[in-house]
């Protein structure tokens, strides 16, 4: 009886030794121990908790300001990580989201300006001659949108009709619209917008816009053909293509998405800061980047969720607002985001090999 149950359809026998856990598991493991980490550091070095209130000074029994900083600071570079995921799950990359997010934000907040300051017209106006100021907030998050659309649907037409590299094809858009947010006001600053456009970014805002987002995408990944189709594509191309799949049509969808996705990231910053400047998301591509990979995506594509990205952006989130509450210099987070890049990509080397040699 033991036998029988122990075989399942045509005889075949369940071998437990080749069952995975989910590379999620594995990324919120990773997430708790760095937390215990920062924990114990605090206690030995600080004499205080990390995460939870030892000084009385909340309601409930975790440091609310801690955890809203650690979800705020990584919240809009994590909506850049969304797109970005569903590009690299294709087997592409894209370097160009934070050079979109500096163009973007440039135009946008053009389009957001209020007509005066103070009662004096306003002094950085960029259309005040053409009396485009005072616009329903509508128009800037229109506007935002549509440059992250032609930047994206750039990319995807590269990458899927020209066969170019996305590694090349993305650089040269990086190039490009860092170019573009210089060139927009020759290196000049735009500030003072609307109070409607303003309040996208207030607060807690941009959390709930990357929650929001992420929950959208994790539900299109997971049971949309859209979805189906990407996983596929980064799986096997060529066998993705004998199946029917448009592939070329497919890759500028998803680059496109994630081109307007930069975009979205471009209004909540522009926003949140209350100005634009032609060097906003300068290595935000590279951060965008690393989050994925630490949430289990593999840069060879077909595997990686959105639940992943969403526990590497807080991974992320983790280790800067631990390193600031140990009062360490901030260039220790860029080594140490380094270290956790190439870890993680190695471990997903070593995952593929051991998955190879189960099969």
Partial sequence: MADQAAHGVGGLKYDHSKRQRPAELNVLIALFLIV???????????DQSFLFDSAGRFDSIFNEQRLQIII??????????????????T???????????????MIAMSFAQVAEVNGFPNPKGVFMEQGWVDLPVIVPIVVGLLCGLVAGGINGLLVGYTKIPPFIATLGMMVSARGVAKWWT????????????????AGMNP?????????????VMRYTVYGKHTYAIGSNEAAARMSGINVQRHLVLVYTIAGVLAAVA???LSSKNLTAQSGMGVMYELDAIAMAVIGGISLQGGRGSIVGTVIGALIFGVI?????????????????????IVGAVVLDQYRQRKAAARA
């Fill in 186 to 201: 020759e290196g000049q600053p735009v500030s003072f917008p609307t109070e409607s456009y303003a309040a996208i970014g």
């Fill in 72 to 89: 705020l600071q990584v919240a809009i570079v994590g909506i850049i990580a969304l797109g970005v995921t569903q590009v690299i799950i």
């Fill in 320 to 340: 800067i607002s631990g390193f600031t509450f140990l009062r360490l210099d901030a260039f220790y987070q860029e080594m140490v985001k380094g270290a956790i």
């Fill in 91 to 105: 087997g592409g990359i894209d370097l160009s989201s934070g050079s979109i997010v500096g163009a973007t934000a």
């Fill in 266 to 268: 471009a209004i909540v």
């Fill in 36 to 46: 215990a980490v920062f924990e114990l550091l605090g206690f030995l070095i600080m």
């Fill in 207 to 219: 959390v709930i816009i990357f929650l929001v987002l992420a929950i959208l995408f994790h539900l």
